[in-house]
């Protein structure tokens, strides 16, 4: 079992080796830094947190690692690997393992694999994700739908889930808010994005407020 887990593992980081060579392709390096981590109307951790992200794009084809690392000793963290495919028509299909470090990474059950499907439409947006295993404190067959409005720089959506997204409860609305973005310009050639972000957790009863930054 820990063999097959070591070789699914590298699988999902073929695509980004395979293709590195080729011509055309994007390679992006950055990361954020947010005031909390809040996932799908879920908050992890108690305070600030690095999300670094490295990811390769080539066509519609787009594969990458991101973690989320608390500043504080202690704190929440996560290494997730994902692949997906865009298509013109604005379908989009994907992989993502999530896995947080703390338990051994030779463990099937310290890894979540969740296979994504998205559709984009002019200012509209529709996801639906569905969990395959039963692992990383999932129990397996966990789903979560979103759909999302853009007008200019503000993104408006509404998320449902169940197992990791309502614990212990029914499918049920948990993720209702807004995301708004803007550049501050620092110098004339240098621009900062920031952002924020307003949470309403109704199944938990809780509200958020994040602010962030991307480097």
Not at 15 to 26: F, Q, R
Not at 187 to 202: A, E
Request: hydrophobic share 40%; glycine share 16%; proline share 3%.
């Amino acid at each position: 079992m820990k063999k097959n887990l070591v070789i699914l593992s590298l699988l999902a980081l073929l695509p980004v080796i395979s293709i590195a060579g080729e011509k055309g392709g994007t390679l992006n390096v950055g990361a954020d830094v947010v005031s909390s981590y809040i996932w799908r109307g879920v908050k992890f951790g108690n305070g600030a947190a690095f999300q670094p992200v490295l990811e390769y794009s080539l066509g519609g084809f787009t594969a990458g690692a991101w973690g989320s690392y608390g500043f504080a000793d202690g704190e929440f963290s996560e290494a997730d690997l994902y692949a997906s495919y865009g298509f013109k028509s604005g379908l989009s299909l994907g992989l993502t393992k999530y896995y947080f470090p703390g338990t051994s990474f030779f463990e099937a059950n310290a890894h979540a694999w969740e296979l994504n499907g998205g559709f984009e439409k002019g200012v509209f947006s529709f996801s639906a994700n569905y969990i395959l295993n039963e692992g990383a404190e999932s129990a397996g067959g966990d789903i979560y739908l979103e759909a999302g409005i853009t007008t200019g720089p503000v993104n408006w959506f509404i998320g449902a889930g169940d197992g990791w997204h309502n614990p212990g409860g029914k499918f049920n609305v948990c993720n209702i808010g807004l995301t708004g973005t803007r550049e501050i310009r620092l110098t004339d050639s240098f621009v900062l994005p920031v952002f924020s972000t307003i949470v309403l957790n109704p199944r938990m009863e809780q509200f958020h407020i994040v602010f962030g930054i991307t480097l």
